[in-house]
């Protein structure tokens, strides 16, 4: 921790602290403790059933916690419900993309943007010059900028992936988590992927979970290692990796 992170608790977009839940008795995720400040790309590794879907679940509401606090921007998050979470600010990518295969790209954003909360609502509304604005700036930072027109069924597997960070981008999240965004992927479309966050994080902090060290390395800020539940290690790729403890448990696999 810097030392200007540690002055105040203002500092940071997310404190997670103690955070625990147990299913029957079994703690998924033990006390754990984390800071994510503005403009960071937080990265979670660990080994399988380390907890890492069950922490982006407890901070989006999802997953009901049993202990512990999580403040986004100065409010509990562990007392809000699901959608309260989403409209104070934090989008959720889960791993499976789920775009509108029969709608075109254009389509699947339009229903996304923030001003229509049913698919009915969404569509009925004028395409007015600043939603179609939006769409077009979105489109390219997703890469789908010439694929405006297409459905999305057409798309592989990589665009629908962009696809559906996009359609949660154009609800100007100020915190986007994204459960293995690169699964599936070719190399060329990781090697996009990092830049897309890369170029994200300018107006926002983002929480991904990872598997894939190569990506990670270029997109990190920070690292975050969980095992069974707790804090592993914390800092720099580069720290993280020198940290006996974390190639015993991970990296050495
Ligand atoms: N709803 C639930 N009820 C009971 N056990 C659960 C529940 N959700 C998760 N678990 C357990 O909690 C542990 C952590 O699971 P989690 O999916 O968070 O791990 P992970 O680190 O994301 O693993 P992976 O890399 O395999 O996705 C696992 O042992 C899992 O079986």
Known sequence: MSAAMSDSKD?????????TVSFDGFKAVNGLNFYVEPNECRVIIGPNGAGKTT???????RTKATGGSVQFKGQELLKMREDQIVHAGVGRKFQNPSVYEDLTVFENLEISYPRGYSVFGALAFRRDQAV???IAEIAEIIFLQNHLQEKAAYLSHGQKQWL?????????PELLMLDE??????????VKTAELLN???AD??????EHDMKFVEDIATRVTVLHQGKLLA????????????VIEVYLGH
Do not use: N, W, Y
């Open 55 to 61: 922490v982006l679940d407890l901070i989006c509401g």
């Open 181 to 190: 965004p690169v699964a599936g992927m070719s190399v060329a479309e990781r």
């Open 132 to 134: 179609r604005d939006r």
């Open 204 to 209: 926002r902090s983002v929480i991904v979970i």
């Open 11 to 19: 500092a940071f977009i997310l404190t997670v602290e103690d955070l």
């Open 199 to 201: 170029r994200i994080i």
């Open 164 to 172: 559906e960070i996009g359609m949660l981008l154009i609800q100007d």
């Open 234 to 245: 914390e800092g720099s790729m580069a720290h993280v990796q020198a940290d006996p403890k």
